[in-house]
């Protein structure tokens, strides 16, 4: 069984940074793209940043110049910094992996994790 568990979430101040981290775990053999969602009360769930394998990233215009997404590939973990927080960063942030356990590629979702901006 593949689990995607979140830690780093919390409330933090207009201004201030988190760091959240993703970790993969069970029987993968390779994990290709990697990224971060998130979901703010009453919103749709939105594409935060990806990266893949071989490290391209990409990020949502509302993210450029102030979040960074990065991996280790040698401990399946994909991590997001965030820094100049806004209050329209409150969400549930959410990791999200595609990868493949030897018979095919699927897609894995974590459990989520809280990220509080306060004005």
């Known amino acids: 069984q593949v689990k995607l568990v979140e830690s780093g979430g919390g409330l933090v101040q207009a201004g201030g940074s988190l760091r959240l981290s993703c970790a993969a775990s069970g029987r993968i053999i390779s994990i290709y793209t990697m990224a971060w969602h998130r979901q703010a009360p009453g919103k749709q769930r939105e594409l935060v940043a990806t990266?893949?394998?071989?490290?391209?990233?990409n990020y949502t215009d509302s993210v450029k110049g102030r979040f960074t997404i990065s991996r280790d590939n040698a401990k399946n973990m994909v991590y997001l910094e965030m820094n100049s927080l806004k209050p329209e960063d409150t969400a549930v942030y959410y990791c999200?992996?595609?990868?493949?356990?030897?018979?095919?590629?699927?897609?894995?979702w974590g459990q989520g994790t809280q990220v509080t901006v306060s004005s």
């Open positions: 999200n992996a595609l990868l493949s356990r030897g018979w095919g590629v699927s897609d894995y």
């Open positions: 990266i893949t394998s071989g490290g391209s990233t």
